[in-house]
């Protein structure tokens, strides 16, 4: 008898929990529609919070990181199309690199020598896409060019020969078809100032590069902190997708009177990164606005 009494007493103190069950997983039900609803309605109310740190982030890369180019002229072909746009590493200058032989580079008017060159006006919608990275920027001064000698290097090329770049000569498959190396204008020897760089254009014969500005204020040297960054990979059209590394003339021997700086990384597109950027930080504030509803 005790033990049934016993039995007795301790099956009415199940049943109350048995009898909440059902009513927790009711619970449950209306909470698992409810959250099915939230993330839709949410979502569109992140969504501006998305595009707006997206684009901070794409305009911060653009500052610092990686920035879109358009080449406007011929001079650099056949690397180069008229209206090719390419990707130039704007971050390794920050950190004291300084630009190397074969690189080609993206570099701000030294001494005028656009003179005379048009400039193109952008609408509304082109200057805003350029401001944020997404489009090259039409209203800067820019130039693009190869460079062929650094600070310290000694250069020249005679008429009818290659160009030398302390005393060795360069291979330059780059150089358009059916183009010499300096026939149009010959130079040097010269020693290139340090600070300074000198470039020229893959197509020579329709290049107006540092042989035509060697009488103005720069001699035909560029200043190392005129220049952009480096132009690492021609990003449309697609067809035309490819790397722009450095040649392999280059990295023969005995052409280096100097330790070699670190080499640079590849930036990707702005508006990549941007994207790629704020859509982690927008599903860490929403899983956490999602905890703190669970929790209350």
């Not at 032989?101 to 952008?122: I, Y």
């Not at 008429?159 to 059916?178: A, M, Q, T």
């Not at 329709?206 to 560029?222: I, L």
Request: aromatic share 6%; glycine share 10%.
């Amino acid at each position: 008898m005790a033990v049934g009494a016993r039995s007795g007493r301790d099956e009415p103190e199940k049943r109350p929990e048995d009898a909440v069950e059902p009513e927790t997983e009711g619970q449950g039900g209306e909470d698992a529609e409810d959250a099915e609803e939230r993330p839709q309605r949410s979502f569109w109310k992140e969504l501006p919070l998305l595009i707006g740190i997206a684009l901070l982030l794409a305009l911060l890369i653009k500052t610092f990181l990686v920035q879109a180019f358009s080449i406007p002229s011929d001079s650099m072909q056949d690397t180069l199309q008229r209206g090719d746009r390419v990707l130039v590493d704007k971050l390794t200058p920050w950190f004291g690199s300084e630009p190397e032989r074969g690189e080609v580079v993206v570099f701000h008017d030294p001494a005028n020598w656009l003179a005379g060159e048009p400039t193109p006006q952008p609408n509304l919608v082109q200057q805003v896409l350029s401001k944020i990275g997404l489009m090259p920027s039409a209203d800067e001064k820019d130039l693009i060019k190869r460079v062929i000698a650094v600070g310290g290097d000694t250069v020249e090329c005679k008429k009818g020969g290659p160009v030398k770049v302390n005393g060795k000569e360069l291979d330059e498959p780059y150089i358009f078809p059916g183009n010499t190396a300096c026939d149009d204008a010959p130079f040097g020897p010269l020693t290139v100032p340090k600070g300074k760089i000198w470039v020229m254009g893959d197509h020579r014969q329709n290049s107006q590069d540092s042989r035509y500005h060697m009488q103005d204020s720069t001699g035909g040297f560029v200043p190392v902190n005129k220049v952009v960054g480096r132009a690492v990979v021609i990003a449309w059209p697609v067809t035309r997708w490819a790397t722009l590394p450095v040649p392999d003339t280059f990295d023969q021997p005995g052409l280096d009177k100097q330790p070699a700086p670190a080499a640079a990384a590849v930036g990707v597109a702005p508006a990549a990164l941007g994207v790629a950027g704020a859509v982690p930080l927008v599903l860490l504030r929403r899983r956490k606005l999602a905890g703190g509803r669970t929790a209350g």
